[in-house]
Each structure stands twice: as C-alpha cells, then as structure tokens.
C-alpha cells in the first residue's frame, strides 16, 4: 500500500530515478529496514562545451528545489500513514572525512540506480552523473533494486580523468570494493574548490568531471 502509493508520486516526476534498498548494508540497518533513493536531474545537462560554472551551480540548485518538494510530500504521507522515517542529512559531519552519515551514493548503487564513476559520482544511464541525489530511511520492507556492484564505465574512458584541472583523478575503474580514495583525492578536490569560499560565499561547483561524461549526452 505504501509502496504504491510512493510509486504513484513519482510518477508525477517521469524524469526523476528512484528505487528502494534494504539498509543491512549501513549503520542505519537497526532502526530502519529500507530506503529510498531519487535521483533529480540538474536544470541543466551540461557537458564541456556548454559548461559554466555558474550554470552548473544553477542546474544543482534547480535540482535542489525538486528534492526538497519530494521530501516533503513523502513526510507528509509518511507521517499519514504513521510509518517511522528519517532524512538523513547531505552535508558531511566534518571537513576532515567529507562524509555524510548516511551515503546517497552507496544507497543509489545499492538500489541498481547507477554506479560509481571514476570521477567518483553515481552514473546513471539516464544522465550520466548529472543528478542530485537523496534519500529517505523508511522502516519497512519495500520491492528492492537489484544492486551494480561493477563499472560500467568504459574500459578506455577517461574523460572524466582528463578533464579535471586538478588532476584529483586516479583513472581507476570502480567495484563494490572500492573505496574512494581508490578513485580521486578527495581533500585535494574539496581544497581546490573550497577556494572559492571566500569570493563567491560558497565552494566552487566545478563539476567539469561531470559534465565530461559521455553518459546521459
Ligand atoms: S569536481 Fe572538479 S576538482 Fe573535483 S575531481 Fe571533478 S573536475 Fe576535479
Ligand atoms: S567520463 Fe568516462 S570514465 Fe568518467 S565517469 Fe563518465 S563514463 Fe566513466
């Protein structure tokens, strides 16, 4: 009943990529049995030769304002139906790791919405990397995605690699093993663009490793 009743919303949004997954895999497992994952494209689908970064910020923050609306109409029928949720927040707990506590990304890959990048984002077939991501913990079963646990980058592709300016890029093909630091130097990414913090009042969106991506053009 409620798993109809979330699939019926999303098809309200036929653009946007969603499924479920079961939590075992996450510190989440006790307190909630599934969740749910979405995928909202950015505003814009950028690639290099109309990348600008403000654009792409835009495309983020376009995407952003869908997210948020989803959330609350999922809370609102969630908190109806008396089912216990929690929304796991996006920004990491520190700067030291960058990681969030709960991951969108592991959810995504789990739930079979895409994989990981070697630019170390989720690929969709849909979009590339082009997406925002978000998730819900819901405690109770649902039908569950069948989990990626390999690339599907192309062997030889490197564009991603080549295109960033920083070369934070490892070139490696990711697994279900890997771990980031297998894929890009994250601190070196994150300095880079939190250079920006003192110009434009936020980190730079960058995101040229994005719109690199051959997937979702
Ligand atoms: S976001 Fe920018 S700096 Fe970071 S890995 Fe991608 S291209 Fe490099
Ligand atoms: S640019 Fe190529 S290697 Fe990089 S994420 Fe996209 S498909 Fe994978």
């Known amino acids: 009943m409620l798993e109809k009743t979330i699939r019926d919303l999303f098809l309200t949004y036929p653009q946007v990529l969603y499924g479920f997954t079961d939590t075992s895999y996450s510190a989440y497992a006790d307190a909630y049995q599934s969740a749910l994952v979405f995928a909202v494209p950015y505003g814009a689908q950028l690639t290099l030769e109309t990348y600008a970064e403000e654009a792409f910020e835009k495309g983020i923050q376009d995407a952003r304002k869908i997210v948020e609306e989803i959330l609350i109409k999922l809370e609102k029928l969630l908190v109806e139906q008396e089912i216990k949720y929690h929304i796991p927040p996006v920004a990491q707990n520190n700067e030291t790791d960058l990681e969030a506590p709960f991951s969108f990304k592991f959810a995504a890959v ?28 819901i ?22 690699v080549d295109a960033c300016p920083h070369k934070a890029l490892h070139d490696t093909r990711w697994n279900i093993d890997s771990v980031r630091s297998d894929l890009i130097d994250y601190k070196l990414c994150n300095k880079k663009r939190s250079l920006a913090i003192k110009t434009l009042g936020r980190k730079h969106a960058c995101g040229l490793c994005m719109a690199a991506c051959s997937f979702g053009t």
């Open 139 to 160: 405690d109770t079963p649902f039908a569950y995605g069948e989990k990626i646990t390999e690339s599907l980058c192309p062997e030889t592709c490197r564009n991603c």
């Open 110 to 137: 789990n739930a079979g919405l895409g994989w990981i990048g070697k630019n170390d984002v989720v690929i969709t077939k849909r979009y590339g990397p082009r997406v925002r991501l978000s998730a819900i913990l």
